[in-house]
């Protein structure tokens, strides 16, 4: 098996070697791939594990590490999508399952590990006057969005251009295409023009939506900006927003489902010095297993409440969903989530972050590529300069500088080939060629992986992709 860092090109039955050894390297993986197309679309189950010639298939993983079916090791920047900052399978988590699950998956009952769960959120996060599990960010983001309509009796969504916030249909547009505010595919046009997008950062422009219309309920944002800062947005556009919505009654609900436990153990809110009136969370919220919340303020969430709802005189708004806070998922969050209270897991995995993104652009300044490393914490990105904009230079970029086209776009062919050469060379990092650290990280697994872009990269030199 390959190390890191050492190039592969194989002559095969494609033009590109990249693809030929790919393929070469994962014939099992490239079986099951075939047979998948015959049953699901694409062969695929997310979007996000689209892949030309096709995706790996994964067998087992440990800490930072996972093995694809054929045997092959890879560094793991994929992270369960951001869920795992403490690795693969970490050993206090993995034990909380292994007990919850010996004692049964779903009571249709209440728990007493989901009081547990809720309590672990709010040592963490002191806006969680109260919470309500869900059991995916998808669905936290549409319950924060019924709530405040229902308890402003307005109902307009202001979001950003870019920013994600989940698949159900009010979110639906706006982020990576239908930027005009048309309804993307089977979505009714009169639910998108109910979620207004405005371009990130831009609190004039919030400013003057808020003051001519009376309608809004609520303002959703990525806090640290669009896709775990890839379009970054720093603390002052929040705390900007945080006035405005308090002096037009407007909640503002911050989307903490990738920054949640991860820009800081309180979140982006905690970071910050904001305090939201709904979060939503999910991902590291339970350990790497499929769960989710809302929380925020009480008098919000008393809308869930049955009996605060009738001494107020108001509708309760309903909430049932068969795997809420279901005890195996709580079980995971209550480990995960005493882990990052109570050890500096958070702190390990943004320190091995920088180092990667200081490494990666060393190693792009070595090699005169107008390329450049970013992000925070323990998050990387890969401005792969689509435009081919002149006096970007690695060690002196600032993303702000960019527009939001330009950091999230790229060659589709040669991100793609990039990644190849990755996982070819022991690294899988996400489809934009960056990704997320975990604690189990360690400091020679970032050199390892700075080894392996420069072997992706003299590989791509080597079938002319790169200038």
């Avoid at 939001?404 to 060379?425: F, I, Q, S, T, W």
Wanted: charged residues 20%.
């Amino acid at each position: 098996m390959a190390q890191a860092g050492e190039a592969i090109g194989v002559p095969g039955e494609t033009n590109s070697r990249i693809v030929a050894a790919y393929r070469q390297r994962t014939p099992r993986s490239g079986e099951l791939a075939g047979e998948a197309a015959s049953l699901l679309p694409s062969g695929i189950a997310h979007d996000s594990r689209h892949l030309d010639p096709y995706g790996l298939y994964i067998e087992r993983a440990a800490g930072p590490y996972k093995w694809d079916i054929d045997g092959n090791r890879y560094i793991d920047f994929f992270g369960g999508h951001g869920a795992l900052i403490l690795g693969h399978c970490h050993p206090k988590v993995t034990e909380a399952v292994a007990r919850a699950l010996g004692e049964g998956t779903q009571f249709g009952s209440n728990h007493p590990r989901e009081i547990a769960w809720a309590r672990a959120i709010q040592r963490l996060v002191p806006a969680a006057e109260r919470v309500r599990f869900t059991s995916s960010g998808t669905e936290a983001t549409l319950m924060a969005v019924r709530l405040a309509r229902a308890f402003t009796g307005r109902d307009t969504l202001l979001r950003f251009a870019g920013h994600f916030h989940g698949w159900h249909d009010h979110m639906s547009h706006g982020y990576s295409d239908h930027f005009d505010g048309t309804p993307t595919a089977g979505v009714l046009a009169g639910v998108a023009e109910k979620a207004i997008l405005v371009p990130p950062g831009d609190l004039g422009a919030v400013a003057a939506i808020l003051d001519r219309r009376r309608d809004i309920c609520a303002i959703i944002l990525e806090p640290t900006g669009s896709t775990f800062g890839q379009v970054p947005l720093d603390a002052a556009f929040s705390q900007g927003l945080r006035e405005l919505t308090e002096r037009h009654g407007v909640l503002l609900i911050f989307d903490e489902v990738v920054t949640g436990f991860r820009t800081s153990r309180g979140g982006a809110q905690a970071a910050f010095g904001v305090r939201p009136d709904l979060s939503c969370f999910a991902k590291i919220v339970a350990g790497g297993m499929p769960g989710a919340a809302v929380a925020g303020r009480k008098d919000v969430l008393d809308l869930l409440d049955f009996e605060a709802s009738a001494a107020a005189g108001r509708e309760k708004v309903g909430h049932p969903g068969t795997f809420n806070a279901n005890p195996v998922s709580a079980a995971a969050g209550i480990a995960c989530l005493t882990m990052l209270a109570e050890t500096d897991a958070n702190d390990v995995a943004a320190a091995r972050a920088g180092e990667l993104r200081a490494g990666l652009n060393a190693l792009l300044a070595e090699e005169g590529l107008p390329w450049a490393a970013y992000g925070t914490t323990s998050g990387f990105h890969l401005f792969t300069n689509p435009k081919h904009r002149p006096g970007i230079h690695p060690l002196t970029f600032d993303p702000k500088t960019c527009a939001m086209d330009e950091l999230k776009g790229g060659d589709k062919r040669l991100v793609g080939r990039m990644r190849l050469a990755l996982l070819l060379n022991g690294v899988d990092s996400n489809p934009r060629l960056g990704g997320f650290t975990s604690a189990t990280h360690s400091a020679g697994d970032m050199v390892d992986t700075i080894a392996a872009y420069r072997a992706a990269i003299h590989m791509l030199r080597g079938e002319n992709e790169l200038s």
